[in-house]
């Protein structure tokens, strides 16, 4: 009993970890790029209007939000599929 108990929080953690790469990842290399761009060294233009910057961080910040539900989304049901799920969450 133990021993299955254990492999069940060990299970939950690794998969814990994978879902916080593939949130955070992601995440932190679209901001790179958004930098990039915004100074002139990504793919577009530079960002020289207050309103491109707005805009620009303001779609990735929506981007973000959606990605963030998403895989949140898919991260309960995943652990709830599994029966990895606590009785706090």
């Avoid at 939950?12 to 970890?17: K, P, Q, Y």
């Avoid at 790029?33 to 910040?61: C, D, M, V």
């Avoid at 981007?63 to 599994?82: E, P, T």
Wanted: charged share 15%.
């Amino acid at each position: 009993m133990q021993r299955s108990l254990a492999a069940k929080i060990w299970c939950r953690r690794f998969l814990e970890v994978i879902f916080f790469c593939v949130l955070w990842i992601p995440v932190v290399l679209t901001g790179i790029g958004n930098i990039r761009e915004q100074t002139g060294h990504g793919h577009g233009e530079a960002w020289n209007t207050i309103g491109a910057k707005l805009s620009g961080w303001g779609l990735w910040l929506v981007g973000v939000v959606i990605w963030y539900i998403f895989i949140s989304a898919i991260g309960s049901l995943i652990l709830q599929k599994l029966r990895l799920r606590s009785r706090q969450d």
